[in-house]
């Protein structure tokens, strides 16, 4: 009855600005442009590298998450059913 998760972790300070860190399972710490987790994330893997740029602006990288996630959806029925962001 082990729990297992990887993480992502998303944030802003002043100092370094934007950044997201993966922690796959194997438990390394990743800094990444981007990243991608869960059941959903084989079916928009080719969509986000197509479609990620590291110069989003706020509004862009906030489109670009839920038409990621509402892509995944699409594909995988345990992605669940509603899109909910708060910025």
């Known amino acids: 009855n082990n729990l297992q998760a990887g993480l992502i972790v998303a ?4 100092v370094d600005g934007p950044s997201v860190w993966s ?4 438990g390394s710490l990743l800094k990444v442009p981007f ?3 869960g059941s959903g994330s084989a079916y928009i893997l080719g969509w986000c590298d197509q479609a990620y740029r590291p110069d989003f602006t706020r509004e862009e990288c906030e489109a670009f998450v839920v038409k990621a996630v509402s892509l995944a ?3 995988d029925g345990s992605s669940g059913g509603m899109i909910r962001t708060l910025t």
């Not at 922690?23 to 194997?26: A, D, N, S, T």
Request: aromatic share 8%; charged share 20%.
């Open 35 to 37: 990243t991608i987790g």
């Open 23 to 26: 922690i796959p399972l194997g």
């Open 11 to 14: 944030g802003w300070d002043e």
């Open 73 to 75: 959806m699409a594909r």
